[in-house]
């Protein structure tokens, strides 16, 4: 492990940030499964580490390095989001005001228009299950495992020149 050169890791932080909205945007597109507040808000860590990998292939000498940790970081923060998530999804606790009751503000008949205008995608209900977990599920195991390795790679490797 520690004659990995920092590109390398970078490259995977990337692609397989990049692999993760893939298979979101699949879910949603190709079958129909829109996402909820919650399953929004893990898209974005995803994005942010893309573009930290790509600037860690691009400059790994400079700054790989710390790329690569805040991309561990990232990672972690998205586990968060999808264990609490996974918690809102299990009714262990309530989700985000957002994520399970409408706006009732306004007259009856913008509230009205506003229900039937509005395709409500609640964050505690599991809209697909594998194996009896949810993608959120999957995405804490995922996550943190991908958190622990950027994080574990920085810790336990010295610096060596990018290939």
């Not at 399953?39 to 580490?49: E, G, S, T, W, Y």
């Not at 409408?102 to 697909?128: A, F, N, Y």
């Not at 996550?143 to 790679?153: E, T």
Request: aromatic share 12%; proline share 5%; with cysteine.
């Amino acid at each position: 492990i520690s004659d990995i050169p920092v590109s390398y890791v970078a490259a995977f932080i990337a692609l397989s940030s990049a692999f993760s909205l893939i298979a979101a945007f699949t879910a949603q597109y190709g079958f129909g499964l829109s996402p909820c507040y919650l399953c929004l808000m893990q898209r974005v860590p995803f994005a942010i580490n893309i573009l930290l990998g790509g600037l860690a292939v691009w400059k790994p000498n400079n700054i790989g390095r710390p790329l690569v940790s805040l991309a561990g970081l990232a990672f972690l923060v998205n586990s968060g989001i999808a264990a609490y998530h996974s918690g809102v999804e299990r009714k262990w606790w309530t989700g985000l005001s957002g994520c399970t009751t409408p706006d009732m503000s306004g007259s009856i008949e913008d509230l009205l228009k506003r229900i039937q205008e509005t395709d409500v995608v609640r964050c505690d209900e599991i809209p697909w299950s594998m194996f009896g977990l949810s993608m959120a599920n999957y995405n804490v195991f995922f996550c943190l495992g991908l958190g622990m390795l950027c994080l574990g790679f920085i810790v336990f490797t010295r610096r060596i020149p990018a290939r």
